[in-house]
C-alpha cells in the first residue's frame, strides 16, 4: 500500500480527520481483520468528529464565554431554588429554536452568569453561534466604537448571533446613549434571535435603571414579554466552591 502518498493525498484534500485514521490503522495490526466498508467507516467517522470538534471550538472561541460551564456540570443539590425542569427544557435549546428570551434573576454568587454560560455552551455544541457580553463592559465598548468607524458593524454583530448573553444587567443607570443602543440591539433581535439577561435586580427594578419611560417600555416589550425565567435564590455559591459560579 502507497502509504504516504496516500496519507499526502488526504493532507492536501484537507481531510486532516481522515489522515490521522488512516495512518492510525495502517500502524494497527488489529485492523487487517477489517474489511474495506469498516475501513471506510471508520475513517469518515475520524473526519466527522475532526470537523465538529474544530467547529465548536471556533464556536466558543468567538462567544468568549466568561466561565468553561457545561449543562452536565450543573449542581442541583444547592440551595437556590433552581427550577430542574425548566432547565432541563432550557439546555434543549427548543427555546432559542423559537427566538423565545430568558430571564435569569438573583443575588450576587448564586451561579446566573455560570448557568447562562452552560446554556451558551451547550448553544455552541449544538452548532450555534453565541456571544458573550458583560453589560457594564458592552456600553462602554459601543461607546468607543462610535468614535472610530466600529459602532455600526459591532452592533450588527451583536444582532446576528443566534444567542447573546449579556450578564450583569443593572448594574448601573443608563445613559441617553446606551438606551438608545440597548433598544436597537433588542429591535434587530426581536423575534429573530434569542437573548440571556442576567441580573441582581428582579424585573420590576429595571425601569429605574434604564431612566427614560418611553425607553423603558420599548426595552421591556422586546426582551421580556417572550422570556423565560429563572429566579434563583440563597446563599453565595462562592463561599463553598474553589471555583466560583457567578
Request: glycine residues 6%.
Amino acid at each position: 500500500m502507497l502509504h504516504h502518498p496516500t496519507l499526502d493525498r488526504l493532507n492536501a484534500m484537507g481531510l486532516a480527520g481522515m489522515a490521522r485514521a488512516f495512518d492510525e490503522l495502517t500502524a494497527n495490526p488489529d485492523a487487517e481483520g477489517l474489511s474495506h466498508p469498516e475501513w471506510l467507516a471508520l475513517l469518515l467517522d475520524r473526519e466527522w468528529s475532526f470537523r465538529h470538534d474544530r467547529k465548536l471550538a471556533a464556536r466558543l472561541r468567538f462567544a468568549k464565554l466568561r466561565h468553561q460551564a457545561a449543562p452536565e456540570d450543573v449542581d442541583y443539590r444547592s440551595s437556590r431554588k433552581l427550577d430542574r425542569g425548566l432547565f432541563a427544557r432550557l439546555i434543549a435549546g427548543d427555546w432559542i429554536t423559537a427566538h423565545d428570551n430568558l430571564v435569569i434573576c438573583g443575588p450576587t454568587g448564586v451561579g446566573k452568569s455560570w448557568l447562562a454560560c452552560a446554556l451558551g455552551h451547550k448553544a455552541c455544541r449544538d452548532d450555534r453561534s453565541v456571544l458573550y457580553q458583560r453589560v457594564p463592559k458592552l456600553f462602554s465598548t459601543l461607546a468607543l466604537a462610535r468614535g472610530d468607524g466600529r459602532h455600526a458593524r459591532f452592533l450588527a454583530k451583536l444582532g446576528s448571533v443566534q444567542l447573546l448573553i449579556l450578564d450583569d444587567w443593572g448594574l448601573e443607570p443608563l445613559d441617553a446613549k446606551a438606551r438608545h443602543d440597548l433598544l436597537e440591539i433588542l429591535e434587530e433581535r426581536y423575534g429573530r434571535r434569542s437573548t440571556i439577561i442576567t441580573s441582581q435586580l428582579p424585573i420590576s427594578s429595571w425601569h429605574e435603571v434604564i431612566g427614560d419611560p418611553t425607553y423603558a417600555d420599548a426595552i421591556l416589550d422586546r426582551l421580556v414579554h417572550n422570556a423565560h425565567r429563572l429566579d434563583l435564590d440563597g446563599d453565595s455559591m462562592r463561599r463553598a466552591r474553589t471555583q466560583p459560579q457567578a
